[in-house]
């Protein structure tokens, strides 16, 4: 199985500031990565598909970029409704694989 | 608009077996794949497998393969997963999402359905 690793497990960030979050794959998963966010009691919500294409309805202010195996995803100005828990995804091989999960919370 | 709405919370006992239900939507049923994700209480997301709603084909993970059945009827735009000989491990919530093929990642998810297996 492709194992997928984020960094920073979790993060204290404050409402303005610009938040990166990094995704590695164990292989060549090429662009085939989506970025995740999930709030508490709530289902995910999808930000970011093929690594860089932002979902409709998604705010600008988040991006994602990167191939192959490693990914970014970059909140340019954090808002107070972006404070939850980011998880990346990757679908290019079977089983698909979830990364470990990003918490961000208030500094 | 798309919706899922998934059944409700079940509570079942070690070894039987659960049936979530998700029921689609907004968009045409069979234009799109399913796929089935579960969390476990305070844990990540784990994959479990999808089902194309038009033919009917699964795709299974490994870990799951053996337990777990997708199943679809199109004519109530409704998928099911049924997974058997459940364990306290099984306890999570699990959930559906729309992808647009096989080989894509779900951007519409429903509301979760949590399944509790105790004794």
């Known amino acids: 199985d492709i194992q997928m690793t984020q960094s920073p497990a979790s993060l204290s960030a404050s409402v303005g500031d610009r938040v990166t979050i990094t995704c590695r794959a164990s292989q060549d998963i090429r662009n085939d990565l989506g970025w995740f966010q999930q709030k508490p009691g709530k289902a995910p919500k999808r930000l970011i598909y093929?690594?860089?294409s932002v979902q409709n309805g998604v705010p600008p202010r988040f991006s994602g970029s990167g191939a192959g195996t490693e990914f970014t995803l970059t909140i340019s100005s954090l808002q107070p409704e972006d404070f939850a828990t980011y998880y990346c995804?990757?679908?290019?091989?079977?089983?698909?694989?979830f990364g470990p999960g990003t918490k961000v919370d208030i500094k | 608009q798309v919706q899922l709405v998934q059944s409700g919370a079940e509570v079942k006992k070690p070894g039987a077996s659960v049936k979530v239900s998700c029921k689609a939507s907004?968009?045409?049923?069979?234009?799109?794949?399913m796929q089935w994700v579960r969390q476990a209480p305070g844990q990540g997301l784990e994959w479990m497998g999808w089902i194309n709603p038009k033919s009917g084909d699964t795709k299974y993970a490994q870990k799951f393969q053996g337990r777990v059945t997708m199943t679809r009827d199109p004519s109530i735009s409704t998928a099911h997963m049924e997974l058997n000989s459940l364990r306290s491990d099984d306890t999570a919530v699990y959930y559906c999402?729309?992808?647009?093929?096989?080989?894509?990642?779900?951007?519409?998810w429903g509301q979760g359905a949590l399944v509790t297996v105790s004794s």
């Open positions: 995804l990757q679908h290019n091989t079977y089983p698909f694989t």
């Open positions: 093929t690594a860089s």
């Open positions: 907004g968009y045409t049923f069979t234009e799109y794949s």
């Open positions: 999402a729309r992808s647009y093929s096989e080989t894509s990642s779900g951007d519409y």
